[in-house]
C-alpha cells in the first residue's frame, strides 16, 4: 500500500457538493487507474491512464465524474454535484514492471448523504 | 469493457479444505492473469499470477490452474485457514495497446475451524 497514496481515507458529503479524491502514486509506474468498488457492483474500472494520459473513460458512469493526472505524481478524481449513489470505495492503482503488478492504494470511502 | 466472469460470489470451506475459485474470459488478447486477495478495509494486494504459455503454477499453498482452450482459469487453495478468509478477484491483462486490467466480481471466502 505504501506505493501508492490515496486521501482522504474517509469522506462524507452532503448530496449536491463537489468531492475531489486524490492519489499519489510512486514514480516509475506505467499506468494508473481508478476503480470503484462496490457490494452489488464489485471492482469496476472508472478510467486509466499510461503516461499521463487518459486512455480510456469509458467506465465513468456519468459526466459528473471527471478525472485528470497533471503529472506522474498526482491524479484526482472529481465527482460534481455528488449523489447518494456514488457512495463507494475508491481506489486508485498503478502498474508496474513487465509483470504488470498492480499497486493498490488503500481507498477513499465515500459516503453520499 | 472486456468481461472477466467469476463464480461462486461466496465459498465457505472447512479449516485444511481446498478452496476452489473459478474465472472465465473471452478476449484472447488477455496475456497475464493475476489473483489479487482484498482483507476488510484494505485495497487487493497480488497474491499469485500466471501467464498463459503454462498451465500451472504454485506458490506454497496456492496454486493458478490455466485452460487457454477453454479460456478459463482457477485457484486453489490447499489446506485453507482461518487466515485465508478474504476477498479474491481474478483479473486479466492486456499489454497488447490497451494496458487494462479487467477484474472478476469477486469471491468472498469464509475459512471456519
Known amino acids: 500500500d505504501a506505493g501508492v497514496i490515496q486521501s482522504p481515507r474517509h469522506e462524507v458529503t452532503e448530496m449536491g457538493q463537489e468531492v475531489t479524491l486524490r492519489c499519489k502514486p510512486i514514480?516509475?509506474?506505467?499506468?494508473l487507474f481508478w476503480y470503484r468498488q462496490t457490494m452489488m457492483r464489485g471492482l469496476e474500472l472508472l478510467i486509466y491512464?499510461?503516461?499521463?494520459?487518459?486512455?480510456?473513460d469509458s467506465g465513468m458512469p456519468e459526466d459528473r465524474f471527471s478525472a485528470k493526472m497533471p503529472n506522474a505524481s498526482f491524479s484526482t478524481l472529481k465527482i460534481q454535484p455528488s449523489e447518494p449513489r456514488d457512495s463507494a470505495v475508491y481506489f486508485c492503482?498503478?502498474?508496474?514492471?513487465?509483470?504488470?503488478?498492480?499497486?493498490f492504494g488503500q481507498g477513499t470511502r465515500l459516503t453520499v448523504v | 469493457q472486456q468481461q472477466v466472469k467469476q463464480s461462486p460470489q461466496s465459498l465457505i470451506v472447512q479449516k485444511g479444505g481446498i478452496s476452489i475459485i473459478n474465472c472465465a474470459y473471452e478476449?484472447?488478447?488477455?496475456?497475464?492473469f493475476p489473483w489479487y486477495q482484498q482483507f476488510p478495509g484494505k485495497g487487493p494486494a497480488l497474491l499469485i499470477a500466471?501467464?498463459?504459455?503454462?498451465s500451472e503454477k504454485k506458490e506454497g499453498r496456492f496454486t493458478i490452474s490455466f485452460n487457454k482452450s477453454a479460456k478459463q482459469f482457477s485457484l486453489h487453495i490447499m489446506d485453507s485457514q482461518p487466515g485465508d478468509s478474504a476477498t479474491y478477484f481474478c483479473?486479466?491483462?492486456?499489454?497488447?495497446?490497451?494496458?487494462?486490467?479487467?477484474f472478476g466480481k469477486g469471491t468472498k471466502l469464509s475459512v471456519i475451524p
Open positions: 514514480s516509475g509506474h506505467n499506468s
Open positions: 478476449n484472447t488478447a488477455f496475456d497475464y
Open positions: 492503482a498503478i502498474l508496474q514492471g513487465a509483470g504488470a503488478e498492480a499497486f
Open positions: 491512464f499510461n503516461n499521463n494520459v487518459p486512455i480510456d
Open positions: 500466471i501467464r498463459p504459455d503454462v
Open positions: 483479473a486479466a491483462y492486456s499489454g497488447a495497446g490497451s494496458y487494462q486490467l479487467t
